[in-house]
């Protein structure tokens, strides 16, 4: 069974706070993504990983950034969080193996900034 | 523009009443379909993977279609815990993944 974790269910952070969501899946996975959800708007793509240490924007990279130190692990970064960046956080993975390359999802962060 | 369209965004049903879910897709190079459900505050759970025109999938009451052009969520005799959101995404790319907006489904006892 995939597993893909999320550090946090739910956080609360001050405007100008820098916020970190973490991310860890157990399947070895090459391909890692995170996303933000909002109403009306789907799953928009912040920043993907392909292979440790290498990390590509997404549609919506602006006021965030990224870490992967190992190939597990995938960190979000607000650098300075905004109102407007309050949103559900989803973390998925994927394999090279097999195509197409199905994502797996964590359980979601959702984060307000006040 | 690549597109995913999903219809209708809101379905009740009566428990036992079989309805299915539209996802139309406008894609330049499809690489697959990807169908998941997704719980209130939760992350969207993997259902299905659909890659070419004629596959159908099935998971006990589930069973999803595809096309050239769109796919479909059967849903036969459902029932209350089958109430949740159904997402619909494809792949355009390599790492291109373009989600619809999902169809919230409430079964009523």
């Known amino acids: 069974d995939v597993k893909v974790t999320q550090s946090s269910r739910y956080l609360v952070k001050r405007t100008g706070e820098k916020v970190f969501l973490e991310c860890v899946q157990d399947m070895d996975h090459e391909n890692m993504f995170w996303y933000r959800q909002d109403p009306g708007l789907g799953l928009r793509l912040i920043y993907f990983s392909y292979d440790v240490k290498m990390k590509e924007k997404g549609d919506i990279p602006e006021g965030y950034s990224v870490s992967r130190e190992k190939k597990e692990r995938f960190s979000l970064i607000l650098e300075s969080a905004s109102t407007n960046q309050t949103s559900m956080y989803l973390c998925?993975?994927?394999?090279?193996?097999?195509?197409?390359?199905?994502?797996?999802f964590g359980p979601g962060t959702r984060l307000t900034v006040t | 523009e690549d597109q995913v369209t999903q219809s209708p965004e809101a379905l009740r049903l009566q428990e036992g009443e079989s309805s299915s879910l539209n996802c139309s897709y406008t894609v330049s190079g499809l690489r697959g379909l990807f169908w998941y459900r997704q719980d209130p505050g939760k992350g969207p759970e993997f259902l299905f993977t659909?890659?070419?025109a004629g596959e159908e999938k099935e998971k006990e009451r589930l069973k999803a279609t595809l096309t050239k052009k769109e796919s479909f969520l059967h849903i036969t005799a459902p029932k209350p815990e089958d109430s949740a959101t159904y997402l619909c995404?494809?792949?355009?790319?390599?790492?291109?993944?373009?989600f619809g907006t999902g169809t919230r489904l409430k079964v009523l006892a």
């Open positions: 995404a494809v792949q355009a790319g390599t790492y291109k993944y373009i």
């Open positions: 659909l890659y070419s």
């Open positions: 998925a993975s994927s394999s090279w193996a097999g195509t197409p390359y199905e994502q797996y």
